[in-house]
């Protein structure tokens, strides 16, 4: 028979991305237990074996006890370990990212979202955790659906161009926006949707089943 | 104080990727004990929290165990999870992929070289963690440097091309396989060393630097 090893710890981390007031922002949650107690980190927390299918579903029922809801767009980044990283022992953390839209955040959520520029000094190893996730969303958002699902349901156009603009951190022409994103297949216009009064209403589009299916796959 | 939960059971598996007779192989390691004794599965183990500082110095140790050499190439790959994975209960696998050049495989290590098209049946989720770690490999090798890694540190333009067509597994174009990989600053011609005779000598490259530090950052 096999040996007998201690086991590490095991947890979920959440980088949570929203964007308000035009900006990237983290959802970070005071911690309500030592180690830590009342500093501002990334919320999550042990694997419960009992309840979890598997991390990912760890991942979920974190975000849903801070925000009462579900995640529209959530992965999985990289695994974290080792013996310094968390003063209860060695411990692994499965590190996911997820995309908010701000018209779901609400005065009751138990977060404060925070600019990515402007983060305070975060506990365990979660600045390198909040690093490589900015790293990974905005590499992907350049080529991807990705900042869509920061926008509610239906969005305008020029909605599209501002959130893709504040999730990668630069401007990006407006008029090539358009083309790259229209040749891409990724959103379509909703029949008999439009914003605004009778002077120059704007088109409502959301995004097509291609662009939502590679994410879901994800999951 | 915060609830003590019982922790998952913690392991690393290592798809381990040559070339062998023109083919992309999976290097597979016969278990030793139950479960699933005498069957072929991925190279892995659990994590030895006393000597290991992280996942990917478990993944190391467990190849030097079954190769007795290091992998020029590893990275992270993906974590699976769950209760059903492993008979044993609830497990957590972090998984890793590596490249193994074949002019380090000797008949003294403890594996088996398959072609990954006739892969037998792996036990448990090991063929997700390799229908994972193909996709991740060929989906990076068309533009990275990652296939050289499978070739010696000297290697002729033609090794090359057919390394990236074997890892692809597809063919591709010679001159503008040599144009693409010149424009792209990943290899170099080493002054003075060239193979075979005084007739058409045939230059031989090494990778660059560049080509060399992107992938040691993520290891």
């Known amino acids: 028979m096999e040996q007998t090893y201690q086991q590490p710890l095991v947890m979920v981390d959440t980088a949570l991305f929203t964007i308000l007031d035009e900006r990237l922002c983290l959802l970070l949650a005071r911690r309500r237990e030592?180690?830590?107690?009342?500093?501002?980190?990334?919320?999550?927390?042990?694997?419960?074996?009992?309840?979890?299918?598997?991390?990912?579903?760890?991942?979920?029922?974190?975000?849903?006890?801070?925000?009462?809801?579900?995640a529209p767009y959530l992965e999985q980044l990289?695994?974290?370990?080792?013996?310094?990283?968390?003063?209860?022992?060695?411990?692994?953390?499965?590190?996911?990212?997820?995309?908010?839209p701000a018209d779901l955040l609400t005065q009751s959520?138990?977060?404060?979202?925070?600019?990515?520029?402007?983060l305070?000094?975060?506990?365990?190893?979660?600045?390198?955790?909040?690093?490589?996730?900015?790293?990974r969303l905005r590499g992907k958002a350049t080529y991807s659906s990705l900042p869509a699902f920061l926008l509610p349901a239906e969005f305008t156009m020029n909605d599209l161009h501002r959130i893709y603009q504040q999730t990668i951190g630069t401007?990006?022409?407006?008029?090539?926006?358009?083309?790259?994103?229209?040749?891409?297949?990724?959103?379509?216009p909703i029949p008999d949707r439009f914003r605004g009064g009778a002077h120059r209403p704007a088109q409502l589009y959301r995004l097509t089943s291609r662009a939502l299916t590679p994410f879901e796959r994800k999951i």
């Open 34 to 70: 030592p180690p830590f107690e009342g500093v501002l980190a990334l919320p999550g927390g042990f694997v419960h074996i009992e309840e979890d299918l598997d991390t990912t579903m760890a991942a979920r029922r974190v975000i849903r006890g801070k925000l009462g809801i579900d």
């Open 171 to 188: 401007r990006l022409d407006q008029a090539s926006f358009r083309h790259k994103i229209l040749e891409q297949d990724i959103i379509e």
């Open 120 to 135: 305070p000094t975060l506990p365990f190893d979660h600045r390198q955790i909040v690093d490589q996730a900015i790293e």
């Open 109 to 118: 959520q138990a977060v404060e979202a925070v600019p990515v520029e402007t």
């Open 78 to 100: 990289f695994t974290f370990s080792g013996p310094a990283r968390d003063p209860r022992g060695w411990s692994i953390s499965v590190a996911y990212y997820a995309l908010i």
